[in-house]
């Protein structure tokens, strides 16, 4: 049986050759990778045992970070490696719009997964990393705001990217782009205040020159038209880390104490789903609620709860049917109403 490593190596890497075969070469390379992130990797999940074993925390390192660190290259060589070929003239447009969407679904969907693995890392080098891609994804504030606002405040109304009950995605998309940036920007300041570090080494520089000097390739690459693709890439990945978010916390929140506070973050605060290919795929993205109980842990190592909320489908297949509010809301909001309602104490994490 195949060992967790090399499935998650499979399973994320393998949108790369074929996307950039079809920036380079065209035919149906594209649609071979679009229809490996989305049909394949739903009629996979469907079709296997629902269980991905989880690596010991003493086999982690350092092989889990060396991929997502190969992985992130990647993923910065395919962004514009598909700008160059979306601002020229070689394809075909039928072409150029299967490679966006090819694109776009591999670095919001595994190349966020990878790059948020990459944030939560000891190693100033590998956070660094996951620091670029978001950059180069003009979405560089979240290596601020995942860490210090997120991951302190959600499920309450603090944490801009917790959806709440009843709220559709399309409202809640500006809501957390905004929000979250103006709030990890404020816990940023607040951090670099008492730590009293200089302004001009504020991390927001970083994000903000890191972004300049992507689009700056970009337009070295295609002019105008390079610029506008990697816009468009960029934002096209971004709503899919927001749509990420808005699934795995829609209508959950954390019961408020005797004493005014939230309770502590526990399993019930995240949905999680068990599908095989996709976990693989999203590197364990889905089983969320260890992810927030041990943000340190590494991809291989994250488990499943055994008591938690469980999406009915998986996370991709979710995030299809957020789009579409009112199937939203009547596949999950009996399900939220349900785990808000729960005893505390029970499920609550240490």
């Known amino acids: 049986m195949m060992t967790p490593l090399p499935l998650f190596a499979a399973a994320a890497a393998m949108p790369l050759p074929l996307i950039a075969a ?3 070469w065209g035919g149906p390379w594209a649609g071979l990778a679009v229809l490996y992130i989305t049909l394949l990797a739903f009629v996979l999940d469907e079709a296997v045992a629902r269980t991905l074993p989880a690596l010991p925390d003493a086999e982690e390192f350092p092989v889990a970070d060396g991929l997502s660190a190969l992985l992130a290259s990647g993923h910065l060589g395919l962004l514009f490696l598909s700008v160059a070929a979306l601002s020229g003239d070689a394809l075909e447009p039928v072409e150029k719009a299967l490679l966006f969407s090819a694109t776009g679904l591999c670095l919001g969907q595994i190349g966020n997964a990878n790059a948020h693995e990459l944030i939560h890392r000891g190693s100033r080098g590998l956070r660094g990393l996951g620091v670029a891609v978001y950059s180069a994804l003009l979405f560089g504030h979240h290596a601020s705001a995942h860490p210090l606002v997120h991951h302190v405040h959600v499920a309450t109304l603090r944490d801009p990217n917790s959806a709440r009950p009843g709220e559709s995605y399309w409202r809640f998309l500006p809501r957390a ?3 979250s940036f103006r709030a990890g920007l404020r816990a940023e300041t607040a951090r670099r205040t008492r730590a009293g570090k200089p302004a001009w080494r504020h991390p927001y520089i970083l994000y ?3 972004a300049l000097a992507a689009l700056g390739l970009s337009a070295l690459i295609g002019g105008w038209g390079g ?7 960029a934002g096209f990945a971004s709503s899919q880390l927001l749509l990420s978010d ?3 916390h829609y209508g959950l929140q954390r019961a408020t104490g005797p004493d005014g506070k939230p309770e502590p973050v526990g399993p019930q605060h995240s949905w999680n789903a068990p599908h095989p290919l996709t976990s693989a795929m999203l590197l364990n993205a889905p089983r969320h609620s260890d992810h927030h109980a041990h943000p340190r842990r590494a991809y291989p190592a994250l488990t499943l709860p055994e008591r938690g909320p469980m999406l009915p489908r998986s996370l991709p297949v979710m995030a299809c049917i957020a789009l579409w509010p009112g ?3 009547r596949l999950m909001d009996r399900r939220a109403a349900r ?6 104490s029970p499920l609550t994490a240490a």
């Open 208 to 210: 903000s020159g890191g």
């Open 22 to 24: 079809a920036a380079l």
């Open 246 to 248: 808005y699934v795995q």
């Open 327 to 329: 199937a939203w809301r």
């Open 339 to 344: 785990w808000r309602a729960r005893p505390v």
């Open 177 to 179: 782009w905004i929000g």
């Open 227 to 233: 610029i506008a693709a990697h816009i468009a890439l």
